[in-house]
């Protein structure tokens, strides 16, 4: 046992239970220049109360905790996991070591109800006794290790336990049918062959799982399903093997006493099955992640400095490759075009349908499909660094996320259990002081059938399924959701924040007007203007230099080239003397405008960005730059109103273009000239007024408000640090996808609570019942195996619900 990270460095192990824990785990305990890590506060305080009796027997040093962190299984019997050599309590083989010695990343195992609970190999949660699901998932199809395993325990339990169920339904309803030779004893000691291996073998894992509960004091259902099972199996072989230490009112004419082998096999037969469904139904919340990962090629072609091209693994791709896309294939890595036009459809990641135009200088995803053109590209990022590899790491991390509503699932079912356990005790002595004889045989059956039937798994998978399911759907319509809290919160959310340029607009301005003074021509007054441009830096200057040249105007070649702050720039252009600004550049080089200026005004209006033209000392005409607004901004803005969101719009862009855009989109309000700090504090004060605010950009100047917001929200076309300041990306870069989050979460938040309702319903209806509250008035008591069947059966049906999210139409 170990106190420091595992194979991994965010690993720990928990020096109280030995349960393997992350960094982030809440409970944690600095102690004489080390820190560790608990899997829940009772263990933080039993370490806190005496450390020293759980460290007498740890290696604090790192090296010796790195090497005794190696975990070794038994190849039959996989359950069987220690942190070191030796051999399998159950056959005797040796135990082998799970995992060779490598340097390569390995496949993470967490909790999908206890995210905190991680390690390098597969298992069960210590917490809950959920099998634990891999993190880090590969291309291929990977076997699930669990539901093989349960698959295997449930035929051949079902196979011995229908038997024992059939005999014993015989011999109690029936029993003229029993052929004359076959004894009620002898049918009891049939029934205890059979049953005990169902019981002992199949029901194991509940066993191991239920007393782990009780050792970590993390009681959850395999606490109640190993003592239901343990209780109905014990009392038979007690009545089997001992039957007159029984009241001779519970005894038959011939000595003997009733047994309860069959609902003991069929119960642990029913629990399997569920566990089978289950696992299998959870394998399906992956889907989305599976999906994306196959979306990626297996090879890139490359061309060599000699012409020659090859095919070559994915993972020997370098940045600076570059690499050829033939017709039909996917796009390998994320790059840049080099040569060559083609449509490339994007839509696997962006959710949108259409094609795209790519060619020289345009940007390419990787394992996007190209259409019908040749295209070479220079790869860019690789392995890890593209684009589909970090969607599926938000899918990961989201999926095993926990959203706030999850709080309540867990502390109601910190509390169940002992109360269920509790129940059962009530129902016991109760049936046994005052219900029909055999009483004793009562109390058992009806104090099983709560334990059973008030199992909460139900109860702990209403939020997580739901969660997976919807943040996979999310991805697959170029919604990624970074943690389940932002899931949450975005249903509620009454006020969006959004930046203007590269949020509502294109962020790529363009020349979109030039008027020429009379007696000058347009073409040559632009000319004069984007000769001299071509020697700035300015965004504006190169929308004035692309759009002359989108014109076909040959640009002459500029000097004396100044560039003057906050005014324009001036130079000469064929001889002539050119200033291209605003109108403090022209007032201080004494340039009447005229009625130019007040033309500006008209422009700017509009929602432009107005530049001066002045040849030879004279007002030569004005050039107009605009960014344009997204073809889609206006449909998502009428959306977002229509779902009763107020739109607040923050620009550092003047209060006339901001004005002009946001009239012609219905912002609800405006905050022009303010500088990122300012971002912030605007929302500061929205949050103060009582509002939930979204906030979206795309900016590095965005980063401080989209951290500020209950949600930022960045737009995939976006910088990096927009990106990883934000709860939730959208792929597209357009507001349509803020829309679809609020559809995604609405609907995301209305299956859980489906789902809480659902388990919380059934078990305070199903306590009663199995208790037998009933049986005064209509002499009905529920047998425990239907209580096994119901209980396996609401666990499937949470899933089963949460499944419905996959088809929700966003």
């Known amino acids: 046992m170990s106190t420091k990270p595992n194979t991994k460095q965010n690993q720990h192990t928990d020096p109280v239970c030995n349960m393997v824990v992350s960094s982030d785990s809440e409970f944690h305990s600095h102690h004489e220049d080390n820190e560790y890590y608990f899997c829940s506060e009772r263990c933080l ?45 159950k056959c005797g083989m040796a135990l082998e070591p799970m995992h060779a010695p490598e340097t390569s990343a390995r496949t993470e195992y967490r909790c999908p109800m206890h995210p905190e609970v991680v390690q390098d190999h597969p298992g069960s949660c210590p917490k809950c006794g959920m099998a634990l699901e891999a993190v880090t998932t590969s291309g291929g199809e990977e076997k699930n290790a669990e539901l093989v395993y349960m698959s295997r325990r449930f035929w051949v339990c079902t196979l011995l336990a229908l038997p024992v169920f059939f005999l014993a339904m015989t011999a109690d309803m029936l029993p003229a049918w029993l052929p004359d030779w076959l004894s009620m004893q002898t ?57 007159q230490i029984f009241p001779p ?117 990787g394992a996007t499909v ?50 269920v356990v509790g ?56 919604v990624l959701i970074k943690n389940a809290e932002a899931l949450e919160i975005m249903e509620k959310v009454d006020t969006l924040v959004v930046d203007k340029t590269g949020t509502l607009t294109e962020g790529k301005p363009k020349l979109v007007a030039v008027q020429a003074e009379s007696g000058l021509d347009d073409d040559e007054i632009l000319r004069m203007a984007a000769s001299l441009e071509r020697a700035s830096e300015h965004p504006l200057a190169e929308a004035i230099v692309n759009g002359a040249e989108e014109r076909g105007i040959k640009l002459a070649k500029a000097s004396n080239f100044q560039s003057i702050t906050g005014k324009g ?42 530049m001066l033209i002045a040849i030879d000392g004279q007002a030569a005409g004005l050039i107009g730059v605009a960014d344009p607004i997204k073809d889609a901004t206006g449909e998502a803005i009428s959306d977002l109103h229509a779902e009763g969101i107020r739109i607040v719009m ?27 700090e300012q971002k912030a504090e605007v929302i500061k004060q929205l949050q103060a007024e009582g509002r939930i605010v979204a906030m979206a950009g795309d900016g590095i100047n965005d980063a401080p408000a989209l ?57 305070i209806a199903g306590i009663p019942v199995a208790a037998g509250i009933l049986y005064p008035f209509f002499g009905i008591l529920l047998s425990p195996m239907i209580a096994a069947a119901a209980m396996s059966f609401s666990s499937v049906s949470v899933i089963s619900n949460s499944l419905r999210l996959r088809q929700v139409k966003l």
């Open 249 to 365: 009112v519970m005894r038959s004419e011939n000595g003997l006493v009733a047994v309860y082998f069959e609902a003991s096999a069929v119960i642990t037969a029913l629990v399997l099955m569920g566990q089978v469904l289950e696992l299998r139904a959870r394998s399906r919340t992956n889907a989305a992640i599976q999906m994306l990962l196959g979306l990626a090629p297996n090879t890139a072609r490359i061309l060599n400095e000699d012409g020659t091209e090859k095919d070559i693994p994915l993972e020997e791709v370098k940045p600076g490759d570059t690499l050829r896309v033939r017709p039909g294939e996917k796009v390998p890595v994320d790059g840049t075009v080099i040569e060559g036009e083609s449509n490339i459809d994007e839509s696997m990641v962006t959710g949108e349908p259409v094609p795209i135009a790519k060619s020289t200088d345009d940007k390419l995803i």
């Open 650 to 676: 923050l620009t550092g862009d003047s209060k006339t273009t901001a004005k002009a855009v946001a009239d012609k989109l219905g912002i609800d309000q405006v905050h022009a000239e303010v500088s990122p």
């Open 569 to 610: 720039v001036t130079g000469e252009v064929d001889g002539h003397k050119v200033a291209v600004g605003n109108l403090k550049l022209l007032e201080s080089l004494n340039i009447k405008t005229g009625e130019l200026s007040q033309q500006a005004d008209k422009e700017r209006v509009k929602g432009m960005t107005v």
């Open 423 to 478: 129940a059962a005790a009530v129902a016991f002595i109760v049936w046994w002081l005052w219900g029909p004889e055999p009483r004793l045989a009562h109390a058992v059956v009806n104090a099983v059938a709560v334990l059973i039937i008030a199992c909460p798994c139900a109860l702990g998978l209403a939020t997580p399924i739901s969660i997976m399911v919807g943040t996979g759907r999310g991805a697959q319509a170029g």
């Open 707 to 763: 951290a500020q917001a209950h949600v930022g929200i960045a737009m995939g076309t976006g910088t990096d640090v927009a990106i990883e300041s934000a709860n939730v990306t959208l792929i597209k870069g357009d507001l349509r996808g803020i829309v679809r989050a609020r559809r995604l979460s609405r609907a995301t938040m209305r299956n859980i609570k489906q789902n809480l309702f659902f388990a919380f319903i059934y078990n």
């Open 370 to 419: 190209n259409g019908t053109g040749s295209l070479l590209m220079r790869a860019e990022k690789v392995g890890s660094d593209t684009l589909l590899a970090q969607i599926i790491k938000m899918v990961a991390d989201a999926q095993r996320s926990r959203a706030p509503i999850q709080k309540l699932a867990d502390t109601v079912a910190g509390y169940f259990v002992p109360a």
């Open 187 to 243: 049918v009891q000691w049939i029934e205890f062959v059979l049953a005990t291996p169902v019981v002992l073998w199949g029901g194991w894992p509940f066993f191991v799982r239920g007393w782990q509960s009780v050792r970590t004091w993390n009681l959850n259902m395999f606490t109640l399903i190993a003592l239901g099972v343990s209780v109905a199996w014990g009392y038979s072989v007690t009545a089997l093997l001992f039957p």
């Open 45 to 89: 305080q039993k370490f806190n109360e005496h450390p020293e009796q759980y460290l007498d027997q740890q290696t604090l040093a790192p090296h010796a905790a790195q090497a005794e962190s190696s975990p070794y299984t038994c190849p039959m019997h996989p359950e069987i996991q220690q942190q070191g050599p030796g051999n399998c309590p």
